[in-house]
């Protein structure tokens, strides 16, 4: 399979979410213009992006919601359910324990640590707190595919390299930091202020 | 100036993050190869995107690190300090509020709506809640001009409209629902399972 860029998979996920909201409108086909439409982007984009993958839809018919959404969410694999750890329990730890739509798509976070001896072995939100120096034992008998980074930006490396010598291949990394990672190991940084940059950038342009 | 892509201004806020720390590191000249390896893409791509603001760096020498991090911070609006409220004072709400990467970047939270009459008027981290009927008094008074939603999504479109009837026309919006907005008002959609999607997707086809 070629290799897919990262903006294709993250339209493929917005895909998804568009023709969730279409198939609850009882929507039962749509075209490409009308997904580019709803996102704001080319329809020549949306083609393009799903091309990658084969052939969907007739021409001139447009796509089947269901089936399409279907093939999406195999394709990014939300068929299965993921075991997800979290590590560090601040602020945005916390906020992210409980954020509905990561059990929406599958991800469940089924162990969480940190490494403050005063939150080590304390319960939050029916899931006990773990010592960061127990992620082999735990990230294996939790089964735990990925790994949500929300400690300090200093603790951020040595914490991903613990849990890459326990096997973990996937994380996403809250910390505002450039981790260095094997060519095996993918990490996905989620900086909250870029969105608003976006916005200032629209802002002063308009 | 060109329709310039919401991708294109997404990668130029993280050249803007990679310029950064080449400057901490003491880099004074930085290529385009470099940038791109630095980010996972091709270098081709750091070229276009620069070429749609101008010229930049001279062929062969590459680009000066702080003349570029300064130029890209001025086209993203980043030389000025941005009024941000925030409504919705749940656990994202409340992690929002001290997260350093807004401050860093020139977005302060002045002022944080809440629609709890238990929570209306308490203070928070050393802001006072106000009533989101209040809006327009204090987004005028505080100069806001930009607003992140952190409300429920049953809540999202009431409180946004609240606030495009005072006069704001940026949000950003944690509330995963789509937002209907008139052509002059511009929303960011923060999902944060997005990026776990990309996650699965790689562990998928791995």
Redesign the interface.
């Known amino acids: 399979?070629k290799k897919i860029s990262?903006?294709t998979?993250?339209r493929?996920?917005?895909y998804?979410?568009t023709l969730g909201?279409l198939i609850e409108q009882k929507v039962q086909t749509v075209s490409s213009e009308k997904i580019a439409d709803?996102n704001?982007i080319t329809s020549a984009q949306v083609r393009k992006d799903l091309s990658f993958f084969g052939t969907f839809g007739k021409r001139g018919l447009g796509y089947n919601t269901v089936a399409l959404k279907d093939e999406i969410g195999r394709?990014?694999?939300?068929k299965q359910n993921?075991n997800?750890a979290l590590a560090g329990i601040?602020?945005?730890g916390?906020?992210?324990i409980?954020?509905?739509?990561?059990k929406?798509?599958?991800?469940f976070i089924k162990a969480i640590f940190d490494n403050d001896p005063q939150k080590v072995n304390s319960e939050l939100k029916g899931l006990k707190v773990h010592h960061i120096d127990d992620v082999c034992e735990i990230a294996k008998k939790e089964k735990i595919?990925?790994v949500i980074i929300a400690v300090p930006v200093k603790n951020a490396q040595s914490v991903i390299d613990q849990f890459i010598d326990c096997g973990i291949?996937?994380?996403?990394n809250f910390a505002?930091t450039?981790i260095k990672v094997p060519g095996?190991v993918?990490v996905?940084?989620?900086?909250?202020?870029?969105?608003?940059?976006?916005?200032?950038?629209?802002?002063?342009?308009?």
Chains 1, 2 share one sequence.
């Open positions: 399979m990262d903006s998979i993250g493929l996920s917005t998804y979410r909201e709803l704001g394709i990014l694999g939300l993921w997800v601040g602020n945005i916390r906020a992210l409980d954020y509905g739509e990561f929406k798509q599958g991800f595919n990925i291949r996937a994380f996403l505002p450039s095996d993918m996905k940084n989620e900086n909250m202020s870029i969105e608003l940059e976006a916005l200032s950038y629209y802002l002063t342009q308009n």
